[in-house]
């Protein structure tokens, strides 16, 4: 199963990643994408937002994206949207190394990348993968670190499982987010996305939970 690559903004400028690696799209305007998610599930002002993105390949390992979407936080209603770039750096059998960068439409620069070890090309059986990230606005505000594992069941349905973490600037370590995933192939050119996650308190925190759902078009 090809999974694509998903990349969202949202409007507190950090990067956002449903459960998923990141691989380039099929060379011209390839990729259509769609999400809506709810945050803060068990808080009574939760945060909902939906999401559309559009992918293209420049080259076979080049591929750029753009992403627009809407966020509600209470009363509060707010449009974002971002350009993406993505370069494959290096792939082989059991190793790919990728580099991506986005920048949204408050001038927030995230600047990322992603190590992957497959046991199978083409993600065919299971694997592990590592991302990094240093997000920038006016000044390095966040370093962010997730460490990810895939295994593919079938050719169309894939487990997906996640842990990050966050060093803010002049904050304390965040331990971050718990996510699961699970991303299922209706047809040849179409893919659903599914995520659940819980962010993992610490101090006097509560714990929070968010759900998104997404549909990938292969065009």
Do not use: W
Not at 104 to 122: A, M, P, Q, R, V
Not at 124 to 153: D, H, M
């Amino acid at each position: 199963m090809k999974i694509l690559f998903i990349l969202t903004i949202t409007l507190s400028c950090f990067s956002v990643f449903s459960a998923d690696t990141v691989e380039p799209f099929e060379l011209g305007f390839s990729d259509f994408e769609y999400y809506t998610g709810v945050s803060d599930i068990s808080n009574s002002n939760k945060n909902y937002s939906h999401e559309i993105t559009i992918g293209a390949g420049i080259t076979e390992r080049f591929s750029s994206t753009f992403n627009v979407g809407v966020e509600k936080s209470g009363e509060v209603i707010g449009n974002f949207y971002s350009l993406g770039l993505f370069l494959n750096v290096f792939s082989s059998e059991h190793f790919d190394l990728d580099i991506y960068s986005d920048i949204d439409s408050e001038y927030c620069f995230t600047l990322g990348s992603e190590l992957n070890f497959d046991l199978k090309d083409d993600l065919a059986l299971a694997g592990l993968y590592i991302r990094s990230e240093v997000i920038y606005l006016n000044q390095i505000n966040e370093y962010t670190i997730l460490l990810g594992a895939y295994y593919t069941f079938l050719y169309n349905l894939q487990f997906l499982l996640e842990f990050d973490t966050a060093i803010p600037r002049d904050e304390d370590f965040n331990i971050g987010v718990l996510a699961f995933g699970i991303n299922y192939g209706i047809i040849e050119n179409i893919e659903i996305i599914t995520e659940f996650a819980l962010d993992i308190p610490q101090k006097d925190e509560e714990i929070t939970y968010s759900f998104s759902l997404g549909f990938i078009s292969t065009i």
